[in-house]
């Protein structure tokens, strides 16, 4: 049995999508808490309702990155995770904050990275007139949106797309691929391995990239 835990800022169906496949298909894990920086975020409902503690650790609070992530650091540590999970939190982590969890915290992306890092994804893509979009999981390092990836989905950019409509369908294979990325990890297929993302197949180790 290992133990996860969850940073939202938002709605957090990604979160929701991770709870469900571990529900559906029996993982061996346990979702200790579901942590936002923000009060507001109505994930944390979600959580509740599913019996998950939900708990808010406001960044406003806190007059420094260094200090919110600190305090941060301080609550998931409470619930020793084997992996946190980044569903959509959207905060930028110090160094320190990531080397803590180095190897085992894991984050989505709405892009095929390293194509299009940061915000404003999908806009990035239309700009860019790309006919292929997706998502990406990927470990979290020190440098934003540049971890060792995990898993990618694609999706068509469609004539007529608007940044709603392709981030839509990149939604849904987001839905897919984080949940078996983060099950891979719980069962011990998924590793960090000199930089380089894993997956063991018979007892081999292969890498992603």
Aim: contains cysteine; aromatic residues 6%; hydrophobic residues 50%.
């Amino acid at each position: 049995m290992r133990t996860i835990v969850i940073l939202i800022s938002g709605r957090g169906s990604n979160m929701q999508a991770i709870i469900q496949a571990a529900q559906n298909e029996k993982w061996p894990v346990k979702i200790a808490a579901v942590i936002s920086n923000r009060a507001d975020a109505s994930g944390l409902h979600h959580a509740t309702a599913q019996g998950i503690p939900a708990i808010v650790v406001p960044h406003k609070d806190y007059t420094t990155r260094e200090a919110f992530d600190a305090a941060l650091q301080s609550r998931i540590d409470e619930f020793a995770p084997d992996l946190v999970v980044l569903a959509g939190f959207m905060r930028v982590l110090t160094a320190r904050f990531v080397a803590q969890y180095a190897g085992r915290m894991l984050n989505i992306h709405p892009s095929l990275l390293p194509s299009f890092i940061g915000l404003a994804t999908h806009r990035q893509a239309l700009a860019a007139g790309v006919k292929i979009h997706g998502a990406t999981v990927h470990f979290v390092t020190a440098d934003l949106d540049h971890g060792p990836i995990v898993a990618q989905a694609t999706v068509p950019v469609l004539p007529d797309d608007t940044e709603e409509t392709l981030a839509a369908r990149v939604l849904e294979q987001e839905h897919l691929i984080y949940p078996q990325a983060v099950r891979s990890f719980i069962e011990g297929r998924l590793s960090l391995i000199d930089g380089i993302a894993c997956i063991a197949i018979d007892k081999v180790e292969l890498p992603v990239q």
